[in-house]
Structure formats: C-alpha cells, structure tokens
C-alpha cells in the first residue's frame, strides 16, 4: 500500500533537498554507470508474497557514489516486498522513520530493492503534454493522468550504458503502453534524476520527448496498443497540465520538463 499524498510525503522527509518545489522527490546525479558484480539478496522486512504473471529481471541501484551509478539485477518481486509496501499494516515507513527520523533511507539498506524506474511525457508539436489517465485498477497513482508512459528498467544483456540501461527501456515503455516507437520522437533526453519519497526514495528517471504526430494518428496508435497490450491505461488523455488530476509522477515529470527546458 502507498499513500499518494504530496503534503504528507513533504513533511515525512521535510529534511531532504527537493528536486523542484513542491515536488516529493529529491535530486540525484548521475553521469557513469558501472556493474556491482556481487549478489542481490533483499533483507526480508515485510510479510507479502506477490503472486505475479512474470516476475521480471529489473535494474536496481545498489550504489551511489558522486555521479556514479552502481547497478545489479534484481527481481520486480522484491520492489513489490519493500518499495511498494510502505504505508499498509505491518509495512516499511514506520520502521525506517524509526531509524532514519525525516530523511530517506540509504542505499545500502538491503530492506529496499530499489529498482530504477523510468519516466516520460511526450509534447506534441504545440508543446502540448500527451498524458494518458492510469487505468483504475493499477496499483500504483490508479485512475489519475499520467506520464505518457512509464515503468521499470529491465535488465539486458548488453553494454551498461544510460542509452542501454534507461533511453531504451523507456521506449520500450513508449511503444507498449502508447504505440510510440522512437522512430516518432523528434527527440527525446533525460531532464532529472530523483529518489521519489512516496517508495522510500526509490530512484527515478525522468524523460522529456517530442512528437510531431497529430492527435488523430496519436488515438490510433494508442488504441491499438490498448487492443494488444497490457491495459494499463484508458483511452482518455488530458492535453493541459493540470496538477489536481495528475499522477504524482505526471506532476514531477512535467515540471521537471519544463524546469530543464533549453
């Protein structure tokens, strides 16, 4: 269970520095990634055992040092363990705000998966945000606009590069939940790194893109990918930022966007 309440999530971490104002993330750096060659073992802190379709092979943040990335692979099953389960009975935000008072966990707590995640909103040639509402069923910000898409970095054999790692699996993301392939985006890049403090500072990328589709070629792609896909979102889409039905995560990228704009 989360509790997705940006005011109550400023004030548990009320000392960590904001990625931007308002925003219930904080700001990390990166600019290299290496392989922590050692084992993930998640340090059992809750009682959930996740019955999952496919249980994925994600990247996760074992370490972070300056503007180093250090990563490993892991189990989407232990983000649901730890990450995922931090304000129901018995569940983690307690127990750490016993230990770490207002601030967020570190790294090295093997309690936490930390599993990257990944994030984009797409503007139209307008400078429009494409986003998508959450199907009400999801488990994470349900029934709210969000990013154009988003999800977790799976793991790949391959070059540990940010384009590998990150750009690719966003696009993946992109193509699954929206019918965009990359061959669509005028561009796209990275506008923030953050941990998000409704997850116990799970780390983030965020993503800005652009398309020059129109909205009709925009509602067919969609609904074609909602045909095929995982139907993780309505065929419903808010072309305005407006924050009082936006996804936390919507909330963050977008301002985030906006915040790095060239």
């Known amino acids: 269970m989360l509790r997705d309440d940006a005011a109550w999530l400023l004030e548990q971490y009320r000392d960590e520095p904001l990625a931007a104002p308002g925003i219930p993330y904080a700001p990390l750096t990166a600019s290299r990634v290496l392989l922590d060659p050692s084992p993930f073992s998640l340090t059992p802190a809750v009682n959930i055992r996740p019955v999952l379709a496919y249980d994925e092979t994600i990247v996760r943040l074992a370490r972070h040092e300056g503007e180093t990335l250090w990563v490993q692979p892991c189990r989407y099953s232990d983000g649901v363990k730890s990450n995922y389960a931090m304000d129901g009975p018995g569940e983690l935000r307690p127990v750490?705000?016993?230990?770490?008072?207002?601030?967020?966990?570190?790294?090295?707590?093997?309690?936490?998966?930390?599993?990257?995640?990944?994030?984009?909103?797409?503007f139209d040639a307008e400078g429009r945000p494409y986003l998508p509402r959450r199907a009400p069923r999801q488990s994470v910000f349900p029934g709210g606009y969000h990013c154009t898409a988003s999800g977790e970095a799976q793991w790949s054999e391959g070059p540990l590069t940010f384009e590998h790692l990150f750009t690719e699996n966003i696009c993946?993301?992109?193509?699954?939940?929206?019918?965009?392939?990359?061959?669509?985006?005028?561009?796209?890049?990275?506008?923030?790194?953050?941990?998000?403090?409704?997850?116990?500072?799970?780390?983030?990328?965020?993503?800005?893109?652009?398309?020059?589709?129109?909205?009709?070629?925009?509602?067919?792609?969609?609904?074609?990918?909602?045909?095929?896909?995982?139907?993780?979102?309505?065929?419903?889409?808010?072309?305005?930022?407006?924050?009082a039905v936006c996804t936390l995560e919507c909330i963050a990228n977008v301002t985030l966007a906006i915040y790095t704009e060239p």
Do not use: M
Not at 104 to 118: K, T, Y
Not at 174 to 187: C, H, I, K, Q
């Open 172 to 243: 993946r993301e992109l193509e699954e939940e929206v019918g965009l392939t990359r061959a669509d985006l005028e561009w796209i890049r990275p506008v923030a790194f953050c941990r998000e403090f409704l997850r116990a500072g799970k780390p983030q990328f965020f993503f800005a893109a652009r398309t020059l589709l129109d909205e009709d070629e925009l509602q067919s792609r969609r609904r074609a990918a909602i045909a095929v896909g995982h139907n993780e979102i309505l065929d419903d889409v808010l072309h305005h930022f407006d924050p």
């Open 96 to 122: 750490l705000a016993a230990e770490y008072g207002h601030r967020l966990p570190p790294f090295s707590d093997l309690r936490l998966a930390n599993g990257i995640g990944v994030a984009v909103v797409v």
